[in-house]
């Protein structure tokens, strides 16, 4: 599976931005899908995930309620609207395509994105 992620951009604090992944190769939708993101001098941490029929959604709690990860299993795409953005959203966003375990570790995926920054100024 090849995924790529796009959409990151700088957007100032209270705004709104839509991330997108397209998957390809290996049917893109037989998988669950995951965003992450990671800061500067940080580990790259879960931020949602997706079944694969898009019926059950997984937040970390500083996102819940201000950002929405939804799938098109017809254009093999995950989005992550992310809305009411704050400085500490700043990172690099990466999709992944979930394997095994846990939605929230790394190591439950095994294909990743090349990845899309998201800056959020103050």
């Known amino acids: 599976v090849q995924l790529q992620a796009s959409g990151g951009g700088l957007v100032q604090a209270g705004g709104s931005l839509r991330l997108s992944c397209a998957a390809s190769?290996?049917?893109?939708?037989?998988?669950?899908m995951g965003w992450f993101r990671q800061a500067p001098g940080e580990e790259r941490e879960f931020v949602a995930a997706?079944?694969?029929?898009?019926?059950?959604?997984y937040y970390v709690d500083s996102v819940k309620g201000r950002f929405t990860i939804s799938r098109d299993n017809a254009k093999n795409t995950v989005y992550l609207q992310m809305n009411s953005l704050k400085p500490e959203d700043t990172a690099v966003y990466y999709c992944?395509?979930?394997?095994?375990?846990?939605?929230?570790?790394?190591?439950?995926?095994?294909?990743w994105g090349q990845g899309t920054l998201v800056t959020v100024s103050s």
């Open positions: 992944a395509a979930h394997s095994r375990g846990s939605y929230y570790y790394t190591v439950s995926y095994d294909y």
């Open positions: 190769g290996r049917t893109g939708s037989s998988y669950a």
């Open positions: 997706i079944s694969w029929s898009g019926g059950s959604t």
